[in-house]
């Protein structure tokens, strides 16, 4: 069966660092787009960071460019989301996912919650 758990959550002061990690089983990393969304109290999910081992590629959104970085060890179905400069707004539900496309996930797994206090 697929798994996804995502781990790593806390609470840490604005500019903090956080790292959070999504193991996986079930399925082998280097076939999918593997990424992280978030979701806010009130709004919608969405997505963070991904990368395609396949094609080479990574995503970032316009918001956590220069302080999210991701990276993967496929060899351990791992990965990763190291987050610097944290800001309150990165306050979320982080929740990792696989699938075809960023925009085509088929699979989610359990969220870990990071809180920035300000």
């Known amino acids: 069966d697929v798994q996804l758990q995502a781990s790593g959550g806390g609470l840490v002061q604005a500019g903090g660092s956080l790292r959070l990690s999504c193991s996986g089983s079930?399925?082998?990393?280097?076939?999918?787009?593997i990424g992280w969304f978030r979701q806010a109290p009130g709004k919608e999910r969405e997505g963070v960071s991904c990368?395609?081992?396949?094609?080479?590629?990574?995503y970032y959104r316009d918001s956590v460019k220069g302080r999210f970085t991701i990276a993967n060890d496929n060899a351990k179905n791992t990965l990763y989301l190291q987050m610097n400069s944290l800001k309150s707004e990165d306050t979320a539900v982080y929740y990792c996912?696989?699938?075809?496309?960023?925009?085509?996930?088929?699979?989610w797994g359990k969220g870990t919650q990071v809180t920035v206090s300000s």
């Open positions: 996912a696989k699938g075809v496309a960023f925009d085509n996930m088929d699979y």
């Open positions: 079930g399925f082998t990393f280097d076939d999918y787009v």
């Open positions: 990368v395609s081992s396949s094609e080479n590629i990574t």
